[in-house]
């Protein structure tokens, strides 16, 4: 995929729990390889030095010259007073001054934007969400994220510090890796997977696809009813015009999408916004986050 911009080379950085990828784009040209590193390296104190040798080390691999580096981050960003908290996964990041340090040491323009509304910008401006005038993202990966974007506009106040992973669902007194209780996320990420990988003796890769073990299969229906139940709650609140499903879990081997979806409609309220609700997976992949970045530099934004 190639996207002609007049935005020079970008450095377009996702930052997953599990694992960072780096992409890029050379005067404007999408590169279609991406490179995948442990989130662990940045479980480190001096993790924004670390981020900085991360980017660096892969502009020099590629002699790729920045002129603007784009951060995907799984936590809360206030870009006025440039800070970044609600980082569960990689806390080490977290505080003020991330923006303008990582500018001042890379030399180049930088971007920072909540990792799912990045993706979710992606898929508006080339994939699955394209014209939608209300579209509310939801991933299901190590966490759960989110995102809302009306009118492709990331910057409306209806989509600032979105925490849909952590509303309450239970009263079961599971922890969550915000310190509270009973979210969702503690019931329905990748977290919850490993546990039931671990309780039932197999991978977590295939999970869904283990035969003859009913107890498996009750939990992890359990399991998909709470992300349908998420998703109908916040078609519920926020009525989008569609909903974008995406992550890395509904693209395991077996995972059931059909009933995902069948959960959600069957969960809304009749006949609207039961039958209305448009329901789409996310199609780009790691592009998504190349397109995102694409389309916040056709904002022109002028804090960043
Ligand atoms: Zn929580």
């Known amino acids: 995929m190639s996207t002609e911009h007049e935005t020079g080379n970008v450095v377009v950085l996702d930052l997953g729990g599990t694992s ?31 981020l900085v040798d991360i980017i660096r080390e892969y502009a020099t691999k590629l002699e790729l010259k920045l002129d603007v580096v784009v951060l995907g981050l799984p936590g809360m960003i206030d870009r006025q007073q440039d800070t970044f908290t609600h980082c569960n996964n990689i806390p080490q990041l977290e505080g003020q001054g991330l923006q303008a340090s990582l500018s001042a040491a890379l030399q180049c323009r930088v971007i920072l934007e909540q990792d799912i509304m990045l993706q979710l910008l992606g898929e508006w401006r080339g994939g699955s969400a394209q014209g939608s005038p209300a579209v509310f993202g939801v991933y299901f990966g190590t966490g759960i994220g989110a995102a809302y974007l009306v009118d492709g506009d990331p910057y409306a ?21 915000c310190g509270n209780t009973d979210c969702i996320e503690a019931y329905a990420c990748g977290h919850t997977l490993l546990e039931l990988a671990l309780k039932h003796s197999c991978s977590v890769e295939n999970l869904f696809i283990e035969k003859d073990n009913p107890a498996l299969s009750a939990e992890l229906e359990t399991f998909v009813l709470y992300q349908s139940f998420m998703i109908a709650t916040l078609v519920t609140l926020f009525v989008p015009d569609m909903i974008v499903v995406g992550g890395g879990i509904p693209q395991m081997a077996g995972y059931p999408q059909d009933r995902l979806i069948s959960n959600v409609r069957k969960h809304l309220r009749k006949p609207y916004p039961a039958d209305s609700i448009k329901i789409q997976w996310a199609c780009l992949g790691n592009h998504s986050t190349l397109q995102g970045a694409l389309a916040l530099l056709d904002l022109n934004d002028p804090i960043y």
């Open 157 to 177: 106040q209806s989509a600032a510090g979105l925490q849909a992973g952590h509303i309450p669902i239970m009263a079961q007194g599971k922890p969550c890796v």
């Open 20 to 50: 960072l990828r780096l992409g890029h784009m050379r005067q404007g040209v999408a590169c279609p390889d991406f490179q995948r590193i442990s989130s662990d390296r940045l479980r480190v104190d001096n993790a924004q030095q670390v």
